[in-house]
């Protein structure tokens, strides 16, 4: 059996590298859900539409790399916490504008709940206003 950390860096890797659902669907239960409080994400309720909108987001910032700040690992509640940083710049295709040739740097947080081995729900804290300003999208 694989430990929940190491479950929870392969599908950071995947999901946070643009690799798409087919990576990442092994290491979730069939249904993952998804939550996050940020506009952008509105409505997106599945770990798959979430996925799926990462792997689109390196048409939009082709130069996309995520970075890993720090985890943690709390076995009792069976969860996992990831604080990342991603950086890209829009100089792609695709978003809500076209390219603006501006960067931006996301700080945010992942919090992966197990069931069993398994990912079964994911929360992700993003302040994407700050994101969508930096990148010129919003004011």
């Known amino acids: 059996m694989t430990s929940i950390r190491v479950t929870a860096e392969r599908f950071f890797d995947s999901c946070d590298t643009g690799k798409g659902w087919q990576a990442c669907e092994q290491y979730c239960h069939p249904g993952a859900t998804f939550s996050a409080q940020a506009d952008s994400l509105d409505g997106m309720k599945t770990l798959e539409a979430y996925v799926e909108f990462m792997k689109g987001m390196f048409s939009v910032l ?28 829009h100089t792609g295709e695709g978003g809500p504008v076209p390219p603006t040739g501006k960067a931006t740097k996301a700080e945010y947080v992942y919090v992966m709940e197990f069931d069993g081995d398994k990912i079964r729900h994911v929360t992700k804290i993003w302040n994407d206003r700050i994101t969508m300003r930096q990148l010129g999208w919003a004011y």
Do not use: L, M, W, Y
Not at 70 to 86: I, L, W, Y
């Open 62 to 89: 082709p130069d996309g790399i995520a970075e890993v700040r720090s985890f943690a690992v709390d076995e009792a509640r069976k969860n996992v916490a990831a604080f990342g940083v991603f950086r890209g710049t």
